[in-house]
């Protein structure tokens, strides 16, 4: 069965675990978020992309769902010492070693996807992770304070401000331009079936599909969804800053119809929202645990999409 995942961070993350884990024999292709990643002390740095590689392939700071296990921060605290910023954004000594070899290939010449490859060639992950664009998307958000209106990294509003100042608007700057890195709409329109894990909607779903090509090749496929959000709240992360940002209720019925039934054909919700299953404009809405909680339980929930899947291609 060949199954393609659109994922940003953490919980996308731990969702293609379970993937990987119910679905062993499976081809499975990440098309990864790029718009969260941000240049900083002259390396480029790919959270989600990361995020993904280190969960899949072992080396995740599993408690944190980002960076590496068994860190240190000698780096850190020698920029520190030097007054090189920013301090908000806490990089260790082996992340430190990803960047540098990714930007090393980027400065000579080679896209984004050839350096995905090359480091998942040490990590080896068990999917093919592409990214969504080799062009430059960065998402940026508009935020209004005492310092006036402006907009600031992603990463910024994130990390720095914990998204505590209201997002104006969310923009992936340089989405319009952007072309889907080489083999997305090839494996997307090979593939058996899509599945949206319970990534942020809008600024990692959202920011895959704003890539011109994208949204249209997903749509033409079963499509099935994992809600990201339970009993009215994100299970982690800020999601619900960044639906707010854009209108959207924080809800697990309100991201179906936000993704909409011309993308989405199933729809997982949590028990906590059984009330609100029920088919919603055609998408076909299924109630069940969807803490993943742990290996087995993520497992569980990922064949769970697989069997809607199933049933809605049938
Ligand atoms: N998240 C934080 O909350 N604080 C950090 O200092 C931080 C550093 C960081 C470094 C590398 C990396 O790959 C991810 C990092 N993240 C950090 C997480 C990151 O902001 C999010 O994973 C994504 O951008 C949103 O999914």
Redesign the pocket.
């Known amino acids: 069965m060949r199954i393609v995942a659109l994922a ?3 919980g996308g993350a731990r969702f293609l675990r379970g993937l990987r884990h119910t679905a062993p024999e499976a081809d499975i292709t990440v098309i990864g978020n790029t718009g ?1 990643d941000i240049s900083l002390f002259g390396l480029r ?4 992309l ?2 993904v590689m280190y969960t899949l392939g072992g080396g995740i700071n599993e408690e ?4 590496r296990a068994d860190e240190t921060f000698t780096l850190r605290e020698e920029l520190a010492a030097y007054e090189v910023g920013p301090a ?4 260790g000594d082996r ?1 430190f070693a990803t960047h540098i070899v990714r930007t090393q290939m980027l400065d000579a010449g080679y896209p984004l996807s050839a350096v995905t490859e090359a480091l998942c060639d040490r990590w080896r992950p068990g999917v093919r992770l592409l990214p969504m664009t080799d062009d430059r998307v960065e998402t940026h958000v508009v935020i209004e304070d005492d310092g006036g209106k402006r907009a600031v990294h ?2 910024e509003w ?2 720095r401000l914990h998204a505590g100042t209201p997002a104006r608007s969310i923009a992936a700057v340089g989405a319009d331009d952007a072309k889907p890195a080489p083999g997305v709409l090839e494996a997307i329109e090979a593939a058996d079936l899509v599945v949206l894990p319970p990534s ?1 909607p809008v ?2 779903i959202g920011t895959i599909l704003a890539v011109p090509g994208i949204r249209a090749a997903v749509a033409a496929k079963t499509v099935v969804g994992v809600s990201p959000i339970i009993g009215g709240a994100p299970v982690r ?1 800020m999601a619900d800053a960044c639906l707010t940002a854009i209108g959207v209720e924080t809800s697990a019925r309100a991201v179906a119809a936000h993704y909409g039934p011309d993308l989405l054909d199933g729809w997982l919700v949590d028990t906590a929202d059984d009330g609100t299953a029920g088919d919603l404009d055609g998408i076909a809405v299924r109630a069940r645990p969807l803490l993943m909680t742990d290996l087995e339980a993520t497992a569980d929930i990922a064949r769970a999409a697989l069997d809607l899947a199933e049933e809605l291609r049938a």
């Open positions: 940003g961070g953490i969260d740095i790919c959270p989600d990361d995020t944190q769902g980002w960076g908000w954004f806490t990089l992340d992603f990463q994130w990390v942020n600024v990692s992360g």
